[in-house]
């Protein structure tokens, strides 16, 4: 049974800093891949950032050079650094998990608000 789950999220003033963490537990060694996606309120979910099963990093356009993610895949954590954050970044947060998409395992999400 595949479990994920996110640490991290809060609030933080426009232009700060905030570092969100995800575990996936379950996986026999770290060959699958994981993201962040996001929900911001009254919109749909989006894509922020995706670590793959072959190492490889992709980010979402608008948030490329803000946001920063790294895998330690002896513990099959990833991190999300989020900078110079916006009140337009503010919304649920949360991590998935999948042998080569990351959407089929979610996490439980974390709050971010990003106040002005």
Known sequence: Q???????????QSGGSLRLSCTASGYRDSRFSMGWFRQAPGKEREWVATSDRYGNIRYADSMAGRFTISRDNAKNTLVLQMGSLKPEDTGIY?????????????????????SS
Do not use: I, K, M, R
């Open 94 to 114: 949360s991590c998935a998990a999948g042998l080569v998409v990351p959407q089929d395992y979610w996490g439980q999400g974390t709050q971010v608000t990003v």
């Open 2 to 12: 595949v479990q994920v789950v996110e640490f991290g999220g809060g609030s933080v």
